[in-house]
């Protein structure tokens, strides 16, 4: 199983990011796909969720209205579109394939790394630093 995450970079307060999740050796179809943030000192938190299908979205408050989560199932690849960025957005991102519901994803935090999610029921990919800083 391999989760990828790319896209990150430095950008400036107010701009605007994209990220990429490649997926492989799993049926992609059959998981949610999560991105999580990991900022220093901190837990790692649920930003945004999409179903397997792709017809439901989940955000967490703090960037509901800015990002979008959008998922390419036939392609294994789920992005997330990070608009009006600001320097709390700066942390280490994760995409996550996961197996519990949408809103538990946006709702909690973890401690937890590694490739296995058991809180999550999933797959934990490699992280992409965003920085967000002026």
């Known amino acids: 199983v391999q989760l990828q995450a790319s896209g990150g970079g430095s950008v400036q307060p107010g701009g605007s990011l994209r990220l990429t999740c490649a997926a492989s050796?799993?049926?992609?179809?059959?998981?949610?796909i999560g991105w999580f943030r990991q900022a220093p000192g901190k837990e790692r938190e649920g930003v945004s969720c999409?179903?397997?299908?792709?017809?439901?979205?989940y955000y967490r408050d703090s960037v509901k209205g800015r990002f979008i989560i959008s998922r390419d199932n036939p392609k294994n690849t789920a992005s997330l579109e990070m608009n009006r960025v600001k320097a709390e957005d700066t942390a280490v991102y994760y995409c996550a394939a996961v197996a519990v519901s949408c809103s538990t994803v946006v709702e909690t935090t973890t401690s937890e790394s590694g490739s296995r999610s058991e809180k999550y029921r999933g797959y934990w990919g490699h992280g992409t630093l965003v920085t967000v800083s002026s």
């Open positions: 999409i179903g397997s299908s792709g017809e439901k979205t």
């Open positions: 050796g799993f049926i992609f179809d059959d998981y949610a």
